[in-house]
Structure formats: structure tokens, C-alpha cells
């Protein structure tokens, strides 16, 4: 019986409306199904293939279908989350964010940095540096929540005098009781444009000093 089914299989030819619908050179399933009806064609008479054979191949090309489609629909959806990020980050021109830096960029009086801060601290401090090094200001934040801590420096200097505008760098303490907590610096920065980022890396955004940054790598927007 299931010489006749293979026979009538590799004799038979396919329906016109199938023939319409020609595969590409490449269709994983198109060849599957050449080889597996080549294998029939020149199977050996006295030898058939017998039906756990045959139905164990047609279980292969029905996974490999499945495969492929599954594939198309995953790589639709990700096509479609990155469109949806490039949308959120465009409406983030002009303005300010928050991300990973150690940097304050002193302009007519003002400069902004933060703090992101893994769990409630009782002290924060903050130690602002020049180019050389030298520590020009300490700024006790007191007590802090968890999350991110924003400060804002007016150009004060710990001996009274006015720092010049520029680019400083700046450092934190912060503690629980007697416990150090590890907090991250945020840097201040402003988006200038946003640029899609290599395969699964997402949209980036120009940051001026800060350079390209990730848009999952933003703590905060001011």
C-alpha cells in the first residue's frame, strides 16, 4: 500500500495552482520537498521506504515550516518595537537627560548633574574637581530615596570665589548607617539627534559631550 501512495506521489504531477506559486531557490521547505520526492523516485524497489520513514520526514518539513514562519513573525514584531523606540527617542530632541557620566559643564552659573542610588542613603555628598584634580566644591545632599538624585551647581567654589565656565568632573559619597552604598553618576546632557544603533542595539541618541548614548541607558529627562 504505501509503495502505491509513493509511487502515485513521485508520478503525479502538481496541481496548476500550485505550480503558480513558485518557491524561491532558497525556500528551506521547497527543497525538502524535491529531495524527499527524488528519494522516493530512485528508492529501491525491493527496499521502499516504509511509513515511519515517510512520516517521519513529513514531521521533519512540517517543523521546518513552522520554523521559518515563526522566524518571520518574530523578526516583524522586533522590526516593529525598533520603529516604535526611534518614535520615543526623535521626541526627546532638545531635551535635557541624565545618563552614565562623571562630568558637570559649568554655563553661565548653572551646572546639573545626579546620582543613581540602589536603595535609600542618610548622607549624600557630592566632591566637584577642575581639570587638574583639585576639589573646588563639596555639596552635602543630606538624606536621599532611592532612585535617581538630581543637584544643581551655581558656580560656588568652597572658598567663596565664582568657578569659571567650563567642564569639571565629580564624584560621590553616599551612606546607609554605618554601611558605604555604591551609587552611579549621572552627567547632564543634551539630545541633538538620534541615530538607529547596529542589529539589536536599538536607536542611540547624541548626547553632545556625552557622545552616543543608548536610550535604555537614560535614568531621567529634565
Do not use: C
Not at 526611534?86 to 553661565?108: C, D, Y
Not at 544643581?152 to 570665589?161: F, K, N, R
Amino acid at each position: 500500500m504505501i509503495t502505491a501512495v509513493q509511487n502515485s506521489v513521485a508520478t503525479t504531477p502538481l496541481p496548476a495552482a500550485a505550480n503558480s506559486v513558485k518557491p524561491g531557490a532558497d525556500d528551506p521547505q521547497d527543497r525538502f520537498l524535491k529531495l524527499l520526492v527524488t528519494q522516493m523516485k530512485n528508492q529501491d524497489p525491493l527496499n521502499p521506504l516504509d511509513n515511519a520513514q515517510v512520516t517521519s520526514q513529513l514531521a521533519q518539513i512540517s517543523t521546518v515550516s513552522g520554523i521559518e514562519k515563526l522566524n518571520t513573525t518574530l523578526q516583524t514584531m522586533a522590526d516593529s518595537f525598533t520603529a516604535n523606540q526611534s518614535l520615543q527617542a526623535a521626541s526627546m530632541i532638545g531635551h535635557g537627560v541624565l545618563a552614565p557620566g562623571a562630568t558637570l559643564t559649568l554655563t553661565n552659573g548653572a551646572a546639573i548633574g545626579g546620582v543613581d542610588l540602589p536603595q535609600t542613603v542618610d548622607r549624600l555628598v557630592v566632591t566637584i574637581k577642575n581639570s587638574s584634580g583639585a576639589v573646588v566644591h563639596s555639596m552635602d545632599l543630606g538624606p536621599q530615596p532611592q532612585g535617581t538624585a538630581v543637584f544643581q551647581w551655581d558656580g560656588a567654589t568652597d572658598s567663596g570665589a565664582s568657578a569659571a565656565s567650563g567642564n569639571y568632573s565629580f564624584s560621590v559619597s553616599a551612606q546607609q548607617g554605618n554601611n558605604k552604598v555604591n551609587g552611579t553618576t549621572l552627567a547632564y546632557g543634551l539630545v541633538n539627534s538620534v541615530a538607529l544603533g547596529a542589529q539589536g542595539q536599538g536607536p542611540m541618541l547624541d548626547v553632545g559631550g556625552l557622545g552616543l548614548v543608548g536610550l535604555s541607558a537614560i535614568k531621567q529627562i529634565l
